[in-house]
């Protein structure tokens, strides 16, 4: 049976992860794949940390180029993460014509362009099924199962720090700062926190999303991106008496030559299979002109979940290398450019959830619900919650048809402009 080499770039969280999965599995996926891939390096500064995983002799070392450089490795996984050394070492791997397999989301959205190139140029392939949604081949579904469909939408929960935050914000009333700390300690969050919270991480989850669907790569900072930091427990609330659970999604989606890639807290119905999405779990949920809808669900973070996908890939190129299989990494061409174009903020439509600190007083109402008349926001329900005590501003929840953001915004701004708001308002789309 002919064998395939794989090297390690990174022994932390995943990269242990990979390292054992191909270990323990490496007679069972030869029996699968009719190759033997076999663990020849995995390089980390730091070679004397325990990670739970009986390495043979000789495989660790602390120099990276003896990975790159060594004849016997086929394939580099790449788990250290960000865009510094992780994009020299893949575009050094490509270069040495040798294939790449990487979790490493935010590497693809910011340098996709320079990374399938190189992979092109050399002709050799990448995989990175694992930096969209962990555990769940989702990556895989969008290239293969689906490839004869008009991709219509997606909408992902993809990020599984900001999905274990809001769900223990609804169901034990706790405060944001308090879950992220646990988020943290459970593995899940970034380095950075900040990627996960601020939306950052689902963002370049979308945009690697939208490059699959649409042949389109859009600029991460031209995408919508809001995250769950300012996030109120009270909005929490008041959407579930409404009858929504508030999730962070992601909406990649096309009409005519428009492609939406945004981010944003969403209300989403509770009899949508999406909303018991919960915990750190992830979930796709695409529509496609032939398939139809259909969802994709699993644990999006997390070593072993994110591990069984990069040893999915690794299993598919050395089955490819073996065997003379097509490369792939052609198919991640932006065909799209030029023919789509990113929709702008504004013009994107939905149905909103407002919440407004209203003065208690006659004509309030009238001035909110003429504003957004003004300028053709159709109010759906609106409800009080609570009563005012003494002078104070009792909080009022609006849900309002679908509307353009543009057309909430300046409503919004007239209505801050009145006066008749103690606070800025709340603004989340409503699924
Ligand atoms: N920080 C990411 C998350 C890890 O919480 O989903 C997986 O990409």
Not at 59 to 82: F, Q, R
Not at 164 to 186: C, H, K, S, W
Not at 273 to 300: E, H, I, P, Q
Request: hydrophobic share 45%.
């Amino acid at each position: 049976m002919k064998q395939i080499g794989v090297g390690i770039l990174g022994f932390g969280t995943v990269g242990a992860g990979v390292a054992d999965g191909l270990l323990k599995h490496r007679e069972v996926m030869a029996k699968r794949l009719d190759v033997d891939i076999v663990l020849k390096k995995i390089a980390d500064l730091d070679i004397t940390t325990d990670r739970g995983v009986a390495v043979p002799d000789g495989v660790l070392t602390t120099d990276a180029k003896s990975v790159l450089c060594d004849p016997a490795v086929d394939i580099v996984v790449e788990t250290i993460g960000g865009t510094g050394i992780a994009r020299t070492f893949v575009l050094e791997a490509l270069n040495n014509r040798k294939c790449v397999v990487t979790a490493n989301k935010k590497l693809l959205a910011e340098h996709g362009d320079e990374i399938f190139d190189a992979a092109e140029r050399n002709g050799v392939d990448i995989y990175f099924g694992a930096s969209v949604g962990g555990g769940i081949p989702i990556i895989r579904v969008l290239r293969e199962g689906l490839a004869g469909n008009d991709i219509e939408s997606i909408h992902g929960i993809l990020n599984g720090t900001c999905n274990y935050i809001l769900t223990r914000m609804e169901n034990e009333g706790l405060p944001f700062d308090q879950v992220l700390r646990d988020a943290q300690r459970l593995g899940y969050a970034e380095a950075n926190p900040s990627l996960d919270i601020d939306g950052f991480d689902t963002a370049h989850k979308a945009c690697i999303l939208a490059a699959l669907a649409y042949g389109f790569r859009p600029r991460l900072e031209d995408v919508h991106v809001e995250g769950i930091r300012s996030l109120a427990g009270e909005d929490v609330k008041y959407a579930a008496d409404f009858g929504y659970r508030i999730k962070l999604l992601a909406k990649v989606s096309k009409s005519g030559d428009e492609v939406e890639v945004s981010v944003a807290p969403t209300l989403v119905p509770m009899t949508h299979m999406l909303a018991s999405v919960n915990d750190a779990f992830n979930a796709a949920w695409v529509k496609g002109d032939m398939s139809d809808c259909t969802m994709y669900y699993g644990r999006g973070a997390g070593r072993a979940p994110t591990a069984s996908t990069v040893v999915g890939d690794i299993g598919d190129i050395a089955r490819n290398l073996a065997h003379g299989g097509a490369r792939y990494s052609r198919a991640v061409k932006t065909y799209g450019e030029g023919s789509v174009r990113l929709r702008p903020e504004g013009e994107i439509r939905s149905r909103f959830y407002l919440r407004f600190m209203l003065a208690d007083r006659p004509g309030a109402m009238g001035v909110v619900a003429t504003a957004l008349g003004r300028h053709g926001v159709s109010l759906m329900a609106v409800s009080q919650k609570g009563s005012a005590e003494g002078n104070q501003p009792v909080p009022v929840v609006a849900m309002t048809h679908a509307a353009k953001a543009s057309a909430i915004d300046a409503a919004l701004a007239e209505i801050k402009e009145s006066g008749v708001i103690g606070a800025e308002p709340v603004k989340l789309r409503i699924f």
